[in-house]
């Protein structure tokens, strides 16, 4: 599952908002929660992928 295109558009506002000014609390802890939220959807598409991997075999027995 993809993060929403809002909740992206969210993680980039707050990073480019904290690059000229300090993040109030909230934002801090909303900043957190939408990075925790993207990193589980990388990890987990990524993870999937993996797992989906098949290899072949060259059929060219003991090497």
């Keep these: ?3 929403s295109e809002e909740k992206l558009a969210r993680i980039n ?3 480019r908002k ?3 000014t300090p993040l109030s609390p909230g934002e801090k802890e909303e900043q957190r929660a939408l990075r ?3 990193l589980k959807n990388f990890r987990d598409g990524f993870r999937a992928q993996l797992e ?3 290899f072949a075999d060259e059929g060219g027995g003991d090497r």
Aim: aromatic share 6%; glycine share 0%; no cysteine.
């Design 18 to 20: 904290s690059k000229h």
């Design 36 to 38: 925790a939220e993207y």
């Design 13 to 15: 506002e707050l990073a």
């Design 1 to 3: 599952m993809l993060i």
């Design 52 to 54: 989906s991997i098949e």
